[in-house]
């Protein structure tokens, strides 16, 4: 083979064993993670294996050591912060852990979409899986992948067999709805997501009883689809009620929207109406004015589910245990007092 042809092809694995010095059976078992490898030679492997930007083939990997070391990941197809760093923070976990992660997206968290992303990720050699989206109600189908592969769900869905990892929402409506009150507006306006998502249920339910509780009237819900027009649109609506004065919005990306609608409304924020919203993106401390909000810890939920998942299927104890992680108010200047 003329050098020409080699700078064309990727590195292979006898390229990665020629600079590390060592036979490519050293150099498989190294990627193979085999235990009988002494240090000396797995570090010499690894940074070739650097050095040559080489990648090894799943499929070819799959067959030398029945294992493909992927893991399936199933999501909402949307373009939310929420889901992105969830994403994120998932991958970045898994590489970690020397896995790869291959995603299935759906556009409605229906059983019937979940189960067929789910037979896409089996077919495509999937190991274990993360699923992040909000199934309301318990499916056989998923409750079957999920005894035979280690599942960990994001965001409540309730699978039997699966480890739950969760951000508790109706603390994340407590902490919204009591900071308002707490400033001294007499009731609080709740714009919501849409009605088949657990959180949005959760946090419309926790609203409810923090007001009532306060022997506070509970306004009509408005309901938003997560977008930023969404929350632009309830903003206009509430910005033409001038008893207005204090706004719960179930996400950060729908309070900018809500945000933009009151001051078209001729509604000043905090001056007129306070803001409050959920997720604490990187844009919410960057805005005018900066936006109040309940932060989530999507990074933490993404590492536990890959801990979870990886440790089973490694033999190991799984660190993991059900829980729901708490929320944390973070207030800026989008919220104060009342006007007198």
């Known amino acids: 083979m003329t050098g020409s042809e080699t700078s064309q092809r990727p590195p292979g694995m006898l390229d990665v064993a020629r600079v590390a010095g060592v036979s490519a059976q050293t150099v498989s078992r190294v990627l193979r993670d085999h235990p009988y490898v002494s240090d000396e030679k797995r570090q010499r492997v690894l940074a070739a294996v650097e050095q040559l930007g080489y990648r090894m083939n799943t499929a070819a990997r799959a067959l030398s050591s ?11 197809a949307t373009e939310s912060y929420a889901g ?6 998932v991958e970045y976990a898994a590489d970690a852990e020397h896995y790869s992660v291959v995603g299935a997206q759906i ?14 990720l089996e077919r495509l050699g999937a190991e274990a899986i993360i699923l992040a989206v909000p199934l309301r109600t318990p499916d056989h189908r998923i409750e079957q992948v999920a005894e035979h592969l280690p599942t960990v769900t994001i965001g409540g869905s309730p699978v039997g067999k699966a480890r739950a990892l969760d951000v508790d929402q109706r603390a994340v409506a407590r902490l919204a709805t009591e900071h308002l009150l707490s400033l001294g507006h007499r009731t609080v306006q709740h714009v919501s997501g849409p ?11 926790a609203w409810h009883d923090v007001l009532t509780t306060a022997g506070r009237e509970a306004p009509p819900v408005i309901h938003g689809d997560w977008s930023p027009e969404s929350g ?8 033409a009620d001038p008893a207005v004065t204090a706004v719960f ?6 309070a900018f929207g809500v945000v933009r609608g009151l001051h078209e409304a001729g509604r000043r924020v905090p001056e007129d109406v306070s803001v409050v919203g959920v997720d604490d993106i990187r ?19 993404g590492r536990g589910a890959v801990a979870s998942v990886t440790a089973r299927l490694e033999g190991r104890d799984d660190p993991t245990s059900d ?16 006007p007198a």
């Open 283 to 301: 844009l919410a401390a960057y805005c005018t004015p900066a936006l109040t909000t309940v932060a989530q810890p999507f990074s933490e939920l």
């Open 107 to 120: 556009s409605t968290p229906d059983a019937e979409s979940i189960s067929g992303a789910l037979r896409r």
């Open 323 to 338: 829980v729901r992680l708490s929320p944390r108010l973070v207030v800026r200047g989008s919220t104060a007092a009342p």
């Open 84 to 89: 992105a760093i969830t994403q994120s923070s």
């Open 195 to 205: 009605g088949d998502w657990i959180d949005a249920v959760e946090r419309t339910h």
């Open 66 to 76: 029945g294992r493909t070391r992927t893991i399936g990941l199933v999501s909402i």
């Open 249 to 254: 919005v179930a996400s950060d990306e729908m």
């Open 232 to 239: 632009y649109q309830a903003g206009l609506r509430l910005g």
